[in-house]
Nanobody
């Protein structure tokens, strides 16, 4: 049974940093593509970042230069380091896994999802 568990969310002031973690189980983690998405109230879920098996990464323009995603295959964990946070980054953040080698920017391209973790950035 595939399970993704996010952690690391919380309340932070604008300009601050948070690191999200997503621990995966029930799958061959090292060969899969991992994605991060977020959903703010009243908005659609949007792509944030993704990393494939070869550590190739992609980022949304809105977070490029501020967020970094990485993976530790030994720990079956993917991370999202978020720096210079802005109030508009406030959302529930989800990690997801995709059974293809490329990073997809659409939520429909992912097969399994975590439960989400809340990130709130105060101004």
């Amino acid at each position: 049974q595939v399970q993704l568990v996010e952690s690391g969310g919380g309340l932070v002031e604008a300009g601050g940093s948070l690191r999200l973690s997503c621990a995966a189980s029930g799958l061959t983690f090292s060969s899969l593509t991992m994605g991060w998405f977020r959903q703010a109230p009243g908005k659609e879920r949007e792509f944030v970042a993704g990393v494939n098996w070869s550590r190739y990464t992609q980022y949304a323009d809105s977070v490029k230069g501020r967020f970094t995603t990485s993976r530790d295959n030994a720990k079956n964990t993917v991370y999202l380091q978020m720096n210079s946070l802005k109030p508009e980054d406030t959302a529930v953040y989800y990690c997801a896994v995709r059974t293809y080698v490329d990073v997809s920017r659409t939520s429909g391209g992912y097969d399994y999802w975590g439960q989400g973790t809340q990130v709130t950035v105060s101004s």
